[in-house]
C-alpha cells in the first residue's frame, strides 16, 4: 500500500464570504432577500419576483387579498415584513396547483362554480380556503363564514359552493385510496 | 385582400387576410352624429374596420372583446355571440382584449371597434346590433369555400362546431378552409343572421374564459404590470377638496434608499372633472412600491383647505331637510301629470314620509393605478379602464402625441362600478412621466382611493301620495334633492337634473296625479357615476313608500304593488327603447313571491320585503326573508327574479345578479361617506366596510326569465331592488320603519 502525499496546508486560506440576506423559500424554490428587511412580503413577492397573483388591496389587514401560507398557515403579505421570514416556507396561489401543473381541487372547484367576477380577490379566497381545509377537512357553513376575507364583486355565495365542492372532493379522493 | 360590405345603411364588414395567412373579419358602425348622411356621402375612413375574427389554418379561432372585462363577464359573453354565428368550436375559442384603436384621425378621432365601454348596460345590446354579422361573414365565406373545394353547393352545406359538413357527412375543418375563404368574393348582401333555434352557444352556460389563469394567479391585472425602467409613484391628495399644498419638506422623504424624486400635481384648470387630477397632490417616485410607501410616510406637509373648509354632510342633510319643507321653486319640474295639489285636497287618505341615503364610494377591489410610458415617438399605457376610447383620448390631450402613436393595453380590471369611466388617475400618471421623463407606474393606495373617489351622490326624498276612499294611490308627489352627479363635467346648468330623476321613474305613468321635483344641491364631494347611479337612489325611496302606503293602509305589499301595476301594458319611456312592459315587471315579482311563499305567513320572528325596479328594457324583482338577533341581521332567504330579454350567457347572468344582490346588501348595510370640517371621514375598509361572509346570505336564488325580446345589460338592473327588499323585510321583522341608510346604523339607533 503506498503512502499518500502529504499536502502542504496554503499559508492562507479563502473563504467563501457569507451572503447578508434572508433566504427563504416560496413555492418550493429558494431565494435570497437582500434589499430592505422592513420590505412585507407583499412588495417582495409583486415587485421584486413579480409573482403577482398575490394582491394589493387594503393597507389595514382587512380585504385578505394577499393571503398566502407561511409555513402551512394563513398569513397576511402585506403584514409580514421580510425580516421576519428567514428560513420560512411561503406558498402563494401560483404555488397552488401540483409541480406537475394540475390544478388545486380547490382552483377546478373554482372553475366549476364559476366564483370568478372581476378575479382580483380570487387568489387570496383560494389560499384561505386552502389553510381552511388543511384544518377543517368538511368545512361547515360556519367555518366558511368565519373565513375574513372581502369580495367586492359579491362572489360569496359561489365562493362557500366552490369550497364545499373541493371539499367534497377531497374527501371523496381520500376515500377511495 | 382587403373587401368591404354594406351590411345595413352605415355599417360594413370588412375581410382582411392576416399575416400568419389568418381570415380576419371586423366588423364596426359609422358613428357619425347624422344617422341619414347618404352612404355613398360617408367616405371610405369611417368604412375601414378591425379585426374581431381570426381564425388560423391549424383551426384555433381567435375572437377580440371589445368592451373591458371589470367583472361583468363581457370577455366570454361577447366572444360568444359572435362564436355562435360562426358555429366556432367553443373549445378551441381563444380571447383577446381588444384596447382602442383607430381607424383614422388626429383631430376627430374615428375608432375601429365601435363600443368600447363597460359597467353600464350597454355592452350587450351594443353587441346584439354588430358582432353577430362578423360571425356570420366568416361563417359565410368558409361555407364558399367549402363549395368550391366539395363541388356541392353553398346552400347545401351546413356549419357545425368548427367545421363546414357536406350532405355526404364529409367535414372541412374551418383552418383548412381558410386560405380559399380568403379569396371568396364578398356577398352582395349580408349573409343571413340565424334564427334563435339554431344558437348553440347563445342561452347555454359558460364560465370566464379567464378563469384558469385567474386561479393560477396568472392573469395579469393592470397593477400586475411593469415595465423595468418605471419609477412606482405612490401619491398623497388635499385632504380638503379645493385645499392646496402650504408646505413641505422632502429631504426625510429623499433620504430613504430607492426613493428618487418628489413631485406635486395639481388639477388642470377648465378641465371637467374625471379628465384631470381629482385634486392638488404630491407624488413619491421610487424603485419599488415599499420605498414609495416609506417616501411618502417620511414626507412632512401641511395643506391648506379651500373655499369650503367647515363643510359637512350634516349640514348638506339639514341644508336638503330644509329645502324639501319650504315653498322654494324646484330647480326642475322633472313630470307634472294631472293636479297633484287639488286630489290632495280633497283625498281622504294622505301618507308622508322622508327618506335619506348617504354619499357612498365605489371601493373597487383593484385601488385605481396606470402604467405609463412616453417615449419621443410612442406612448404605451396599462390601466384599468371601463372607456379604453375616452383614455386614449385624454392621453392625446395631455401629451400632443399623434393619436394612433398612442398605444392603450385594458387588462381584466378588479372592479368598476362606473369609477373607472373617470381617468382622473391616468392623468396623474400622464402628467408625473412627463415632469419626471421617465416611466411611471402609478399606484393609489386604499385611503388614497376612498378619499379622492367620484362617489354616489347621497339624496333626500319626501315622497307624498293620497289615497281615495277604496284605498287605491290617486296622486304621488316625490321631492328630491342632491348635488348632481353631473356637476363639473361640462354638462349644462339645465341637464344638470339627469344624473338624479328620470320624468318615466315609476310610478310615473301608473298614477293619474303625479308630480316629480327635483332640488339642487351644491356639496364639495367630487361626484360621478356609479352602478346604476340614481336609479338605486330612487328605487330605495320609491319601494319603501309603496311598503309605508300599504303598511298606512293596512294592505299587502305585493298586493298594493300589483295593483299599481294593473293589467299588462306598455308605458312610453323617456328614451327611444326605455319602453316599460308593466306585464314583465309584474311577472318577475310573482316570480320571486312565489319562490318565497309570500303569502305563508311567518310566526318566527322572520319578517319579509319585496321590491321592483327596471332599467332600459330588464326587469327586476328582490324578494327577502330576515330576522333579527341582537344587532345583526340575519338573512335567511335572498331571492332574485331578473329578466333581461333573452339570455346570452345564464352563467354569466346568474352571476351579475349573485354580484349585484349581495351589492345592494353590502351597501345598504353599513356604508356611508361624510364629509366633516371639509375632509372625507371614512379611510379604509374598517370605517367603510364591505360586508363579510357572515352577514350574507348563504345563497342568492336567481330565478331567469325566458324572453325573446332584445338582449339588454344585466350587470346594474339587480342593484336597485336589493336595498328596499332587505330594507322592508327589516322593518316587517321589527317594526322599524327603515327611512333612512346605512341600515345598521339606523337600526340600531331605534331598535
Not at chain 2, 367616405?43 to 371589470?70: F, H, K, N, S
Not at chain 2, 384596447?99 to 365601435?114: A, E, K, T
Not at chain 2, 388639477?267 to 419599488?288: H, R, Y
Request: hydrophobic share 40%; net charge neutral; glycine share 8%.
Amino acid at each position: 500500500m503506498q503512502a499518500q502525499p502529504v499536502q502542504t496546508p496554503p499559508d492562507t486560506i479563502t473563504r467563501v464570504p457569507p451572503r447578508n440576506g434572508i433566504e427563504l423559500r416560496i413555492n418550493g424554490e429558494s431565494y435570497l432577500h437582500t434589499g430592505d428587511p422592513s420590505m412585507p412580503l407583499l412588495w417582495y413577492l409583486r415587485d421584486v419576483l413579480q409573482l403577482t397573483g398575490t394582491k394589493y388591496g387594503c393597507d389595514s389587514t382587512v380585504c385578505g387579498a394577499c393571503t398566502v401560507l407561511i409555513d402551512g398557515k394563513r398569513a397576511l403579505a402585506c403584514a409580514r415584513s421580510m425580516d421576519t421570514l428567514a428560513g420560512s416556507e411561503v406558498t402563494t396561489v401560483e404555488g397552488l396547483a401540483g409541480p406537475d401543473g394540475s390544478l388545486h381541487a380547490l382552483q377546478q372547484a373554482w372553475i366549476d362554480e364559476d366564483a370568478i367576477l372581476c378575479g382580483y380577490c380570487q387568489p387570496g379566497w383560494l389560499m384561505a380556503a386552502a389553510d381552511l381545509l388543511r384544518r377543517k377537512p368538511a368545512p361547515s357553513d360556519a367555518d366558511i363564514d368565519a373565513l375574513p376575507n372581502l369580495c367586492r364583486c359579491g362572489s360569496q355565495p359561489r365562493i362557500r359552493r366552490a369550497i364545499h365542492r373541493a371539499a367534497a372532493q377531497l374527501q371523496a379522493a381520500k376515500g377511495s385510496k | 385582400m382587403s373587401v368591404r360590405l354594406p351590411l345595413t345603411r352605415r355599417r360594413f364588414l370588412q375581410v382582411l387576410a392576416g399575416a400568419t395567412g389568418a381570415l380576419i373579419v371586423g366588423v364596426g358602425r359609422a358613428r357619425a352624429a347624422d344617422a341619414d348622411t347618404p352612404l355613398a356621402l360617408l367616405g371610405d375612413d369611417l368604412t375601414r374596420l378591425g379585426p374581431y375574427v381570426r381564425i388560423e389554418p391549424d383551426g384555433r379561432v381567435i375572437l377580440g372583446a371589445r368592451d373591458p372585462d371589470c367583472g361583468e363577464g363581457t370577455h366570454t359573453s361577447l366572444p360568444r355571440i359572435i362564436a355562435d354565428e360562426l358555429d366556432a368550436d367553443w373549445t378551441r375559442v381563444e380571447v383577446i382584449s381588444l384596447g382602442p384603436d383607430l381607424v383614422s384621425g388626429n383631430d376627430n378621432l374615428r375608432w375601429r371597434y365601435g363600443h368600447q365601454r363597460s359597467g353600464d348596460g350597454s355592452s350587450i345590446p351594443a353587441a346584439w346590433e354588430d358582432l353577430r354579422e362578423a360571425g356570420a361573414l366568416a361563417r359565410w365565406l368558409l361555407v364558399q369555400a367549402a363549395a368550391q373545394a366539395s363541388g356541392v353547393a353553398a346552400a347545401n352545406l351546413r356549419c357545425e362546431n368548427g367545421a363546414v359538413i357536406a350532405p355526404n357527412g364529409r367535414r372541412f375543418d374551418y383552418g383548412s378552409l381558410v386560405k380559399s375563404a380568403l379569396r371568396q368574393a364578398p356577398p352582395q348582401t349580408a349573409p343571413p343572421l340565424k334564427t334563435p333555434d339554431d344558437f348553440r352557444l347563445i342561452g347555454r352556460p359558460a364560465g370566464d374564459v379567464d378563469a384558469e389563469a385567474m386561479v393560477r394567479g396568472e392573469e395579469k391585472f393592470a397593477l400586475d404590470q411593469y415595465m423595468a425602467e418605471a419609477l412606482t409613484a405612490v401619491v398623497l391628495h388635499c385632504p380638503w377638496p379645493g385645499g392646496t399644498l402650504d408646505s413641505i419638506d422632502t429631504q426625510s422623504a429623499l433620504a430613504i434608499p430607492g426613493v428618487r424624486r418628489v413631485l406635486q400635481f395639481q388639477p388642470e384648470a377648465g378641465q371637467p372633472l374625471g379628465s384631470t387630477p381629482i385634486a392638488n397632490g404630491v407624488a413619491v417616485l421610487a424603485d419599488d412600491t415599499w420605498a414609495a410607501l416609506r417616501g411618502r410616510d417620511a414626507l412632512k406637509l401641511s395643506w391648506k383647505p379651500g373655499k369650503q373648509a367647515d363643510a359637512s354632510t350634516a349640514d348638506l342633510e339639514q341644508r336638503a331637510r330644509d329645502l324639501l319643507q319650504s315653498q322654494a321653486e324646484p330647480t326642475r319640474h322633472v313630470r307634472e301629470d294631472g293636479d297633484f295639489a287639488e286630489i290632495a285636497k280633497h283625498a281622504p287618505h294622505h301618507v308622508e314620509a322622508m327618506y335619506v341615503q348617504p354619499f357612498v364610494a365605489h371601493a373597487t377591489a383593484e385601488p385605481m393605478n396606470c402604467l405609463v410610458r412616453i417615449d419621443t415617438d410612442r406612448i404605451r399605457v396599462v390601466t384599468p379602464t371601463q372607456s379604453p376610447q375616452e383614455a386614449l383620448t385624454i392621453v392625446q390631450r395631455l401629451t400632443g402625441m399623434n393619436a394612433e402613436r398612442i398605444d392603450v393595453q385594458v387588462p381584466r380590471a378588479g372592479g368598476g362600478f362606473g369609477r373607472r369611466l373617470d381617468h382622473d388617475f391616468l392623468t396623474e400618471a400622464v402628467l408625473l412621466a412627463k415632469a419626471a421623463g421617465t416611466a411611471i407606474k402609478l399606484v393609489w393606495t386604499r385611503d388614497q382611493d376612498l378619499r379622492n373617489d367620484f362617489y354616489r351622490p347621497g339624496a333626500l326624498h319626501r315622497m307624498q301620495a293620497v289615497l281615495d276612499r277604496r284605498k287605491r294611490i290617486v296622486g304621488w308627489n316625490v321631492r328630491k334633492a342632491s348635488a348632481s352627479a353631473l356637476a363639473g363635467r361640462d354638462v349644462p346648468a339645465d341637464r344638470l337634473w339627469t344624473s338624479e330623476a328620470r320624468p318615466d321613474a315609476l310610478p310615473a305613468g301608473l298614477i293619474a296625479n303625479f308630480s316629480s321635483t327635483w332640488y339642487e344641491l351644491d356639496s364639495p364631494l367630487p361626484r360621478g357615476p356609479s352602478r346604476g347611479g340614481h336609479d338605486v337612489v330612487d328605487a330605495f325611496a320609491t319601494q319603501m313608500f309603496l311598503d309605508e302606503i300599504a303598511h298606512t293602509v293596512r294592505k299587502d305589499p305585493l298586493e298594493l304593488r300589483m295593483e299599481l301595476l294593473g293589467e299588462p301594458h306598455v308605458l312610453p319611456g323617456a328614451t327611444a327603447n326605455g319602453a316599460i312592459d308593466t306585464g314583465r315587471l309584474a311577472n318577475v315579482l310573482q316570480r320571486v313571491a312565489a319562490r318565497i311563499d309570500w303569502n305563508r305567513r311567518r310566526t318566527n320572528g322572520h319578517g319579509l320585503g319585496i321590491a321592483f325596479h327596471h332599467i332600459d328594457g330588464a326587469y327586476c324583482a328582490h324578494a327577502f326573508e330576515v330576522s333579527v338577533r341582537g344587532e345583526k341581521v340575519i338573512v335567511h332567504r335572498a331571492v332574485c327574479a331578473i329578466d333581461v330579454g333573452r339570455v346570452i350567457n345564464p352563467l354569466g347572468l346568474k352571476a351579475q345578479a349573485v354580484g349585484a344582490t349581495v351589492d345592494g346588501i353590502s351597501t345598504a348595510l353599513g356604508q356611508t361617506i361624510q364629509m366633516r370640517d371639509g375632509r372625507i371621514v371614512q379611510s379604509n375598509l374598517r370605517d367603510y366596510p364591505l360586508a363579510r361572509m357572515a352577514q350574507l346570505p348563504r345563497e342568492v336564488e336567481v330565478i331567469i326569465v325566458a324572453s325573446d325580446s332584445a338582449p339588454t345589460g344585466a350587470s346594474i338592473v339587480a342593484m336597485p331592488s336589493t336595498a328596499p327588499a332587505l330594507a322592508s323585510a327589516v322593518s316587517a321583522a321589527t317594526t322599524v320603519r327603515v327611512r333612512q341608510l346605512p341600515l345598521m346604523p339606523e337600526l340600531l339607533r331605534k331598535l
